[in-house]
């Protein structure tokens, strides 16, 4: 084998290493971007859901103790007694950027109302509950 040949041979192999190990740290780093993209979005579920609960509360106060039904929390029926909304901008579901609701998908909430207390849970990635309040 010539030098010339030789020095071919190597250069391939090493190119070889080098895209390996490039795609080695891309997967790497991918994996760790979903991950705390992920995380992101279940703060902003928190944060809606934490937001809900306020705006729930000034209700409850206007309007005497009297928590809205389950199945009926939402910036609609979230209003005083002018019909005015106490909610001017609703949270935004991260995952479908539409506004959050009662729902079972991720970046939803669920609303439970028992015997005077009541539990507004958000849910995140996996769909699962990720807050309560209060």
Do not use: C
Request: hydrophobic share 45%; net charge negative; charged share 15%.
């Amino acid at each position: 084998m010539t030098l010339a040949r030789l020095t071919a041979v190597f250069s391939l192999i090493g190119f070889l290493n080098v895209v390996i190990i490039v795609g080695i740290l891309a997967s790497i780093a991918i994996t760790m971007f979903v991950r705390q993209r992920n995380q992101l979005k279940d703060g902003d579920v928190k944060g809606g859901v934490y937001f809900v609960e306020l705006a729930r509360a000034v209700s409850d106060v206007d309007h005497r103790d009297t928590k809205p039904v389950a199945g009926t929390l939402s910036a609609a029926t979230l209003i005083d007694d002018a019909s005015v909304s106490y909610v001017e901008a609703w949270p935004e579901n991260p995952w479908t950027h539409l506004d959050m609701v009662e729902g079972t998908s991720r970046g939803d909430y669920v609303y439970a109302r028992a015997a005077g207390s009541f539990t507004i849970a958000g849910l995140g990635a996996g769909g699962t509950p990720i807050f309560s309040a209060p």
